[in-house]
């Protein structure tokens, strides 16, 4: 049982180069969401999704795009990445709401990312 | 939309020492949820609080659940070097999919 899992966990980009970033969750959960984390901002939300083939849009859903195709994996896309875009990046899943601990996200161990 | 402020942004304490932090917001949340995050690591939940007035310990750590609902308290007691890192608020509406976090508690410990 690995929990949340990312990959990468570091990339460097140039600016207008694109990637994807893999979130992968086994333990069954509903939502899957994704944050990016900056110095003194906390964590913002980017994009969430309260099950598979729907996504919605959170704080800061600009320049990002998601998908979720299979229940288990949520992937944040960057088409045209910017250095604003430089943050690290955080997954999280959790079961759904309603259901006992449906509150409780559990992260996973980040993606540094450098956009140049 | 929803803010939480957290405060203080940073703390440093000797080891031993008591420390408390809080979380005031906008509006009422009716979950109020604290996170440590370590270095190079994603938050892991601490405490789950879920009724207003709860008041809810893990160890060394007590949460409470502000009676107007617009607020929570996290105190540390006898800190020790591994307390070290950053806490974090998040509170979630009644019916709300998605929680909205505070900026954050840095946490120092000289020892």
């Known amino acids: 049982n690995a929990g949340v899992t990312q990959t990468p966990k570091f990339r460097v980009l140039k600016t207008g180069q694109s990637m994807t970033l893999l979130c992968a969750q086994d333990m069954n959960h509903e939502y899957m969401y994704w944050y990016r984390q900056d110095p003194g901002m906390g964590l913002r939300l980017i994009h969430y999704?309260?099950?598979?083939?729907?996504?919605a849009k959170g704080e800061v859903p600009d320049g990002y795009n998601v998908s979720r195709l299979k229940k288990q994996n949520f992937l944040l896309g960057l088409e045209s990445a910017a250095p604003s875009q430089t943050s690290v990046y955080f997954c999280?899943?959790?079961?759904?709401?309603?259901?006992?601990?449906?509150?409780?996200?559990?992260f996973g161990p980040g993606t540094r990312l450098l956009v140049l | 939309g929803q803010q939480l402020n957290q405060s203080p942004q940073s703390m440093f304490i000797q080891e031993g020492e008591d420390v408390s932090m809080n979380c005031t917001s906008s509006?009422?949340?009716?979950?109020w949820l604290w996170y440590k995050q370590e270095p190079g690591e994603g938050p892991v939940l601490l405490i789950a609080?879920?009724?207003?007035?709860e008041l809810t310990s893990n160890g060394r750590l007590t949460a409470q659940f502000g009676i107007t609902r617009k607020d929570s308290f996290l105190n540390i007691s006898a800190s020790i070097p591994s307390d070290v890192g950053i806490y974090f608020c998040a509170g979630r509406d009644q019916g709300a999919q998605k929680l909205v976090f505070g900026q954050g508690t840095r946490l120092t410990i000289n020892p």
């Open positions: 999704s309260v099950g598979e083939g729907t996504t």
């Open positions: 609080l879920y009724k207003a007035g």
């Open positions: 509006s009422i949340f009716n979950t």
């Open positions: 999280a899943s959790s079961s759904a709401l309603g259901l006992a601990g449906g509150e409780t996200q559990y």
